[in-house]
């Protein structure tokens, strides 16, 4: 069965790097997109942004541009999320998860999230 | 980028009562690219309805989704008590970023 398990949980302090993993386990690695989505305390989700497993292509959102990095290790079948200059508002739940075919953005599998806590 | 505005905010009800959440989008979502998650305290979100109305694999049919170009529907049909939860809505059409609405929290009555 298609599992995607993350990191544990962070703390870091305002300007700092943290880097998130999500390894898949259960199907092909290389043939679905996976995709970063967060969700702040109480608040919704956000999209953060995807990597084709197969290419190592990314297509971050605009918000994130210049502070994010998507990459991954296919020989692991891992991927990963590097959020850099870390601020307060950056403490949230981040998700991995997967597209349901190919390179779609319905998202049909997810990590369990890992918290990243920003402070001082 | 399109903003996806769900209501109401928070819905009030009863087992067995029928559900409808209603998602806006600020233009239209090209190809009815729009899905539905269910989300439960300290849990990752789970796909319910793409592509406006087609349900993922395992969901009950009490769940529907209808709707195109801006506005869409989840309706539950007969509330069971494990459907109470955070219902989101995400356009995943032609371009990213791919939004979610804010969110409408299901409780009971």
């Known amino acids: 069965q298609v599992q995607l398990v993350q990191s544990g949980a962070e703390v870091k302090k305002p300007g700092a790097s943290v880097k998130v993993s999500c390894k898949a386990s259960?199907?092909?690695?290389?043939?679905?997109?996976m995709h970063w989505v967060r969700q702040a305390p109480g608040q919704g989700l956000e999209w953060m942004g995807w990597?084709?497993?197969?290419?190592?292509?990314?297509n971050y959102a605009q918000k994130f541009q210049g502070r994010v990095t998507m990459t991954r290790d296919t020989s692991i079948s891992t991927a990963y999320m590097e959020l850099s200059r870390l601020r307060s508002d950056d403490t949230a739940v981040y998700y991995c998860a997967r597209s349901s075919y190919g390179g779609n953005s319905i998202l049909n599998y997810w990590g369990q999230g890992t918290l990243v806590t920003v402070s001082s | 980028e399109i903003v996806l505005t769900q209501s109401p905010g928070t819905l009030s009800l009863s087992p067995g009562e029928r559900a409808t959440l209603s998602c806006r989008a600020s233009q239209s979502v090209s190809s009815s690219s729009l899905a539905w998650y269910q989300q439960k305290p300290g849990q990752a979100p789970r796909l319910l309805i793409y592509?406006?109305?087609s349900r993922a694999t395992g969901i009950p049919d009490r769940f529907s989704g209808s709707g195109s170009g801006t506005d869409f529907t989840l309706t539950i049909s007969r509330l069971e008590p494990e459907d109470f939860a955070v219902y989101y809505c995400q356009q995943y059409g032609s371009s990213p970023p791919y939004t979610f609405g804010q969110g409408t929290k299901l409780e009971i009555k």
């Open positions: 592509g406006a109305s």
């Open positions: 990597i084709n497993p197969n290419s190592g292509g990314t």
């Open positions: 259960g199907y092909t690695f290389t043939g679905y997109y």
